[in-house]
């Protein structure tokens, strides 16, 4: 009986066996296509955490833009000061005889004007304007001096005429004849202390004098200025006073001449006493002073010549002296013609100057020019308001325009976080990290470097340490040590990397610190001692009868080695102090005594100092926390060669060592760097063992001793306390944004070397 064959149309049992059913394709193109929309939306969310700090961070590089607002047609003035008040919404000028006039310029109308001297005729031939005061300082062709300051009433909700300004108008004591014209007058007055300077011709001579004043104070008030000392400038100066600068603080006095000289006298209790002498232009063919003012704060000159050469002088103490001189720090590109007017802000470094052709809006401490125009008409005068969003400029042809400011963030750009700069007070150029300060006045230091070289160095410290450790003991582990052993050793390390961080730094910060502070020589000693002990140890083992070695089954040598490593870090920790009297030994900077102390040996050796939270703390603490990820991944790698590949080698006569080395780790190599590579990211990215082990001080230092601040311990600690969409808060992204960049390059260079070597190590 034959059996009819079968046809395509009637698939035999087996071949129905093997058919998957409708059910499981659907379930696999299902997960096929979630885990591809699963492997996009990360893609997408990565790139959507880049663009949302990016938008963060673009505000930072942009230029200051300045929109017209409002003009006034104010012909036949000839104003000699502009201000604003703090809103921007009132202008005030003076003119020569003595008015002060005011204008509401979003409006665009005039408000009225005040006489200083009860409508007497006068010629003011001084003037000074402290606009971080509204102050005014007025001196007359008679030798009068006036004090005035505006205060200008809170505008109210809704208003939409401001009040009026009110003016309170102080006579300043006269420090020489009276019916002579002052030339020159400053004010300072820090509340306690008072100092008044005077440039006056008596007779066709130039007398400058000085003064501490005093002000008695009541129940009913203030009462009159009374003079406590007087000082005699003149037998002092050469050359004839043009310009007087007294700071807030009063305690020094600036004298400008037409020479060009700089005459600086510092205030010692009641007296001055001239500090230094200095020429800012004596390298250019006109060196006289056309501009001498002050920088927020009274620390920083900024000082002009006919030539347009615009320079920065700032108080600080040059190496080696014990008092402050003012020293050159910035310099900016030269004007067309002579400054012609100036007015600095009181909320930042930022100042207005131009000459007849230009205006410029710089930023002193990165030498950035924010904004600058060239108006049609000559400027004149300029203000800029205290809450800076405000700029008043009066020009030749009789027009005071009002112009809205937009510079959020004048202290930023590239300058600021890569540059060295020269801060107010500092010895020279540096990269600095010091976002706050105690007061209004402080110059913001925004240096991404020390934070940049604080994540090298701690990843570098972390790695040192781990990655020897990491790497031997899965190597060990995976090829040499018994099973029993592994299943053990293997668990152990995957628990230590469920070790909070919070707790290794706490441990790193308030145990280990304290301990290794004092014994730094026992710990070099025993970093020394331990791999050379090692390989000695294994040198000898290799040496010993075979027969004397097999009794040790394999896996279990560490078993011999193990108290002799113990040994030797003993003797290591104990022989410390008598290696520190030897090669340790420094004279006491208190007694003078010879002592054998590391922790004064190191500054007297390098110059750097030496901290209880350094580098080496995080080293060791950082490195416990990197030490389980590598191991676990290097292990695994290790453990995946293919056996075939060790039982070829072991029976071609390689040694166990020779075969792991040779052949096991070429192999593995790919999975090797990429555990080295995780590790890299869970160093870099680490915050509270950093935060809590090093003291967190950002400076620049390569220094082992030394505390640092990593870009990730940065953003932890200040971003709660900085102003949503303030410059630190923006810069803090833009740490952010460098580190997501420093990983991604290093996860993208790892990668790509990393199938390089997985092409180089395949096996068939």
Known sequence: MSVPPLTSAEPSKTTRRYEPSRRTLWWDRFMNRFITVGGLGIIAAVLGIFVFILWQVLPLFRSARVVPLQALSVPGETPLLLGLDEHGRTAFWLDPQGWIHFADLERGTRLGRRSLWDDEPVRVTTWRYHPGRQEIICGTADGRLERVSIRFPAPGVGDAVPGEPRLEIQMLPELTKSGHPVQAADYGDNG???????????????????????????????????????????????????????????SGVVAATTSGSIFYFHREGPRLELRQVFRPFEDRPRPEVTLADYLLGDVTLVLGNPEGRIRLFSLHRPPGETNRVFGLIHTFPPLDGSPRFYAASQRNKAFLLGDQHEVRLCYATTEAIRWQDRPDQPVRLCAINTKYDRIALWDDGGELRLLRLDDPHPEAGWRAFFGRIWYEGAEGPRYEWQSTGGSDAFEPKLSMVPLIVGTLKGTFYAMLFAVPVALLAALYVSQFAPPKFRNVAKPVMEVMASLPSVVLGFLGALWLAPRIETRVPSLLLVFLLVPLSALAMGAVWSRLPVQWRVRVPNGWEFVALAPVLLLVIWIGWVTGPVMERWLFVVSDPVTGQKVADFRLWWPWFTGADFQQRNSVVVGFMMGFAVIPIIFTLAEDALSNVPATLRSASLALGASRWQTALYIVVPTA????????????????????????????????????????????????????????HGTLYRTLFFGALLLFVFTFLINTAAEVLRQRLRERFKTV
Do not use: Y
């Open 669 to 724: 190599a790919a999975g090797i760097f990429s555990a080295l590579m995780v590790g890299l990211g869970r160093a870099v990215g680490e915050t509270m063992i950093v935060v809590m082990a090093t003291g967190n001080t950002p400076i620049l230092s390569f220094n082992p001793f030394s505390g640092m601040r990593t870009l990730s311990a940065n953003l932890a600690v200040e971003l709660p306390e900085a102003p949503h």
């Open 192 to 250: 306690t202390d008072k100092l008044l300077a005077v440039a006056q011709d008596v007779d066709g001579r130039q007398e400058v004098r000085a003064a501490l004043l005093t002000q008695t104070r009541g129940l009913l008030g203030t009462g009159q200025i009374r003079v406590v000392a007087t000082c005699d400038l003149t037998p002092q100066l050469t050359g004839r006073v043009e310009r007087l600068v007294v700071d807030r603080d009063a």
